[in-house]
Nanobody, 118 residues
Framework: VQLQASGGGLVQAGGSLQLSCTFS????????MSWYRQAPGKQRELVATVTLGGTTNYADSMKGRSTISRDNTQNTMYLQMNSLKPEDTAVYYC?????????????WGQGTQVTVSS
């Protein structure tokens, strides 16, 4: 099972970025996919989650500024982030939860750096 994240980069405050995460290596689709982030010196925190059925959940810090979605036909998850702030600077990780088959568990992507300049 592999998760490949992409889309990070350097953006000015107020700008936008879209992150992508592609899941592969399992017959089954993840029951939930999430984005987490970790800033220097801080713990990893949940940014947003989308279930297989499309239910979404956001951290308070990202509500109203981001949209998480997934294309189940492409096994890809997206995070559209708008009105970015310097405090959004972090490494963003994608996560997938598998609850079927013999590969049950949580899987992580390699992380993609998001840097927001003031």
């Amino acid at each position: 099972v592999q998760l490949q994240a992409s889309g990070g980069g350097l953006v000015q405050a107020g700008g936008s970025l879209q992150l992508s995460c592609t899941f592969s290596g399992s017959f089954f689709r993840p029951s939930a996919m999430s984005w987490y982030r970790q800033a220097p010196g801080k713990q990893r925190e949940l940014v947003a989650t989308v279930t297989l059925g499309g239910t979404t959940n956001y951290a308070d810090s990202m509500k109203g500024r981001s949209t998480i979605s997934r294309d189940n036909t492409q096994n890809t998850m997206y995070l559209q982030m708008n009105s970015l702030k310097p405090e959004d600077t972090a490494v963003y990780y994608c996560n997938a939860e598998l609850d079927q088959g013999n590969q049950k568990g949580a899987y992580w992507g390699q992380g993609t750096q998001v840097t927001v300049s003031s």
